[in-house]
Nanobody
Framework: QVQLVESGGGLVQAGGSLRLSCAAS????????MGWFRQAPGEEREFVAA????????RNADSVKGRFTISIDSAKNTVYLQMNSLKPEDTAIYYC????????????????????WGRGTQVTVSS
């Protein structure tokens, strides 16, 4: 059974940095795409970033371009989200997700494309 476990969230001041990790297990993921989404209170869950399992293709939401970087260590089955220059509006629960049938190239920003989700990790940015 596929499991995704996020870690690395916390409380940080505006302008600070955090690195989130997501450990994936339960099957092989060689054709998968890994994504990060976030959900603020009262808001819809929104796309943040995605990366192919090979690490050769990435995609970021416009709201985090130049500040967040997604990366993957396939040998460790772990995907990361490096978040720099954090803003109070980045406060949310951050979720890791996997699109098992991406074929090694699709970088979807649509929630329904993703097959499994982690439980999330809270990120709070104080002003």
């Amino acid at each position: 059974q596929v499991q995704l476990v996020e870690s690395g969230g916390g409380l940080v001041q505006a302008g600070g940095s955090l690195r989130l990790s997501c450990a994936a297990s339960g099957r092989t993921f060689s054709s998968s795409t890994m994504g990060w989404f976030r959900q603020a209170p009262g808001e819809e869950r929104e796309f943040v970033a995605a990366v192919t399992w090979s690490g050769t293709a990435r995609r970021n939401a416009d709201s985090v371009k130049g500040r967040f970087t997604i990366s993957i260590d396939s040998a460790k089955n772990t995907v990361y989200l490096q978040m720099n220059s954090l803003k109070p509006e980045d406060t949310a629960i951050y979720y890791c997700a996997v699109d098992l049938w991406a074929g090694g190239s699709i970088l979807s920003a649509t929630r329904d494309t993703y097959d499994y989700w982690g439980r999330g990790t809270q990120v709070t940015v104080s002003s």
